[in-house]
Structure formats: C-alpha cells, structure tokens
C-alpha cells in the first residue's frame, strides 16, 4: 500500500455528527431506540410466505470459522461422552442417566455477532460520551447486554451488492457507498424504508467456505461500505438503527481515502449508535430474494445476554 500520513480517528471524524444525549444521558442501545412497537408491526407487515431463514454461521465448521486476523478460532471440547461411561469414569446417577456434555471457548466477535456500542472508540471517549474507561475489565458501559435484554425486531431489508455487480463476490477492498444501495435497491425493485434494519450482501463469508484458507487471510482486506461524511449523514437521516453484512468487519478494512483503519465503526456505532452486527451468512436468503424478488422481511434477532460483554453470538431469524 501507497506509504501516505494516515490521519487519527479523531482528526477524520472531526466534524461527524453524533446522537449523543439523543436519547438521554443513560442510553446503552443507541439507534435500536428507533424500533418501537410501529417498526415492529411494520416487519411484521412484509411477511408473506411464511418462510424462514437462519444467518448465523455454524460454529465449529470442519472448514474453520472465518474471524478478524489475530482472533482464535471457537474451540468446542466434549467433556462427557459415553466413552466416559464405557470406561468407569462417566457420573452416576439413580436410573442410570447418561449424558454427553461439551464446553466452548471463543471470541465474543469469533461467530456471526451483535457488537456492543462499546466495542470500539477513539479520543477516550464510547457511546453517548462514556469514559472509556468504563471499558477496563470488562463493559460497565454500553456492553451487549442491554441490546440483548431488548432484542431486535424490525423490518429488514437485504442489498444484495454482488449480485448487481454481476459478481458471486465482491474483491478484496472493493468499497460500495450509500449511492451504490440505492442503485442496487432501485434495480431489485425495493426500497430502503426509514428504520429498516440494513441488510447487505457481498458474498465474502459465502467465499470463505469455498476458498483455500490461507487465500483467505493473504493480505488481508475485505470489501465492504466506505467512510464519507455524506453517508454518515445517510445513515444518520435513514435512522438505520442495525447494520448487518457478510463480512467480518461491515466496511472496507482500510479506508482508500484516509488509510484509516475501520472509521465507519467510529462514525456509524461509538458517534450514532447504530448497532454492528458481522458474519452474517446471507447467501441462502439472497438466493430466495433474487427467486421471488422479495427483499423485504421481518428481521428478529437475540443476541447472547452476556453481562459486560463488548460482543454476543447470535442467531438472527428472518421471516419472509
Ligand atoms: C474489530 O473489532 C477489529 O472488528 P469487529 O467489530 O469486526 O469485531
């Protein structure tokens, strides 16, 4: 990459705009406050079929999970099987019970997730204006847990990217704006309503699974949305309350621009609150999409309800 003075966070985002305060000073849950009871009942209005689709990836895929470089991968250990039984070792239990038990380490961000608003920040300062601080030891502020004791329901709304691009997947690095959703909506015939849960696809994590590992991670850079002021203030105005995307991280890893390093975590979830959700895995639901040209669904999600945590697993259910 073009050696060039890479600005701070700080100095890129100087004049961004931000909700903070916007829905008072103890505020956790950020732009998910626009989904009220009518957003609600506007999902549940696109449904009609009936059919339903899963978007987490599976954990534990004899492929390997895809996670941000530097994080391990989940790692499921079968701590109690009937080979402990079939040596002696296996608990006993009036009636002779018998039963198979596993434990799991992972990375909070190591599965498709919702980050916590808390996730990311620059200038010592998270969401709605918390100490950064807040963070040490894990999320006093801002962790997942209030966004996982509310939930997500809205109406959700898939920009399939790739597929107007005429591509099963984007490039490393090939960046896509506001202006480019609005072109791929117009061309799927759907329109991106204010407060829609914003789904986008590129293919990425569906390639993961069909490329050779180390292709993967080589240089790694992902494709995704590309920080400008105009689509901050987009977003801003579309009152998006939920980003989710097939990438790990839901933007171009380095800004073209500025050399930045992942700005739309900054100016879309520590400055407007919008929730991050990552790795997701649409292709069967885009797949749908394109088959019966409906876009638009009910979109439920829970995250994990983890006390402190800066991330949770989960598993968003769509209804069509
Ligand atoms: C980082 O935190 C680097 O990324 P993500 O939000 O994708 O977990």
Redesign the pocket.
């Given at each position: 990459m073009e050696s060039k003075n890479v600005p701070e966070m700080a100095e890129l985002l100087r004049d961004a705009p931000k909700n903070w305060g916007k829905w008072g000073p103890d505020d956790e849950v950020g732009s998910l406050n626009y989904l009220t009871e009518t957003e609600v009942l506007r999902g549940v209005a696109a449904v009609r079929s009936g059919k339903t689709f899963t978007l987490q990836i599976q954990m534990g895929n004899p492929k390997g999970d895809p996670v941000?470089p530097g994080?391990s991968q989940a790692c499921r250990m079968n701590v109690m099987d009937k080979g402990h039984y079939m040596c002696g070792k296996g608990p006993l239990f009036p009636g002779l019970l018998e039963y198979a038990d596993d434990m799991m380490i992972m990375y909070l961000?190591g599965s498709t997730?919702y980050?916590a608003l808390g996730?990311?920040w620059y200038g010592d300062q998270i969401w709605n204006g918390y100490d950064a601080k807040s963070t040490i030891g894990g999320l006093a502020k801002a962790s997942v847990l209030p966004i996982a004791e509310r939930g997500i329901v809205g109406r959700g709304v898939l920009i399939d990217i790739a597929r107007h691009r005429g591509k099963a997947v984007l490039d490393p690095g090939e960046t896509f704006t506001h202006r480019d959703l609005l072109e791929a909506a117009e061309a799927q015939r759907v329109t991106i309503e204010k407060r829609d849960v914003l789904v986008i696809r590129t293919g990425w994590i569906g390639s993961f699974y069909e490329r050779d590992r180390s292709e993967f991670y080589k240089n790694f850079i992902e494709p995704g949305l590309t920080y400008s002021p105009a689509l901050v203030e987009w977003f801003q105005r579309m009152e998006i309350p939920n980003l989710v995307t097939d990438t790990?991280?839901?933007e171009v890893t380095i800004d073209p621009e500025s050399g930045v390093?992942?700005p739309l975590?900054n100016a879309l979830m520590r400055n407007l609150g919008v929730t991050?959700t990552?790795?997701a895995q649409l292709d069967p639901l885009a797949s749908d999409c394109a088959d019966d040209g409906q876009w638009s669904f009910l979109y439920t999600a829970a995250p994990l309800k983890v006390v402190s945590g800066s991330?949770a697993p989960v598993n968003p259910v769509v209804i069509k």
């Open positions: 941000w994080r961000q997730q980050d996730h990311v790990i991280a839901n390093a992942l975590h991050l990552e790795i991330g």
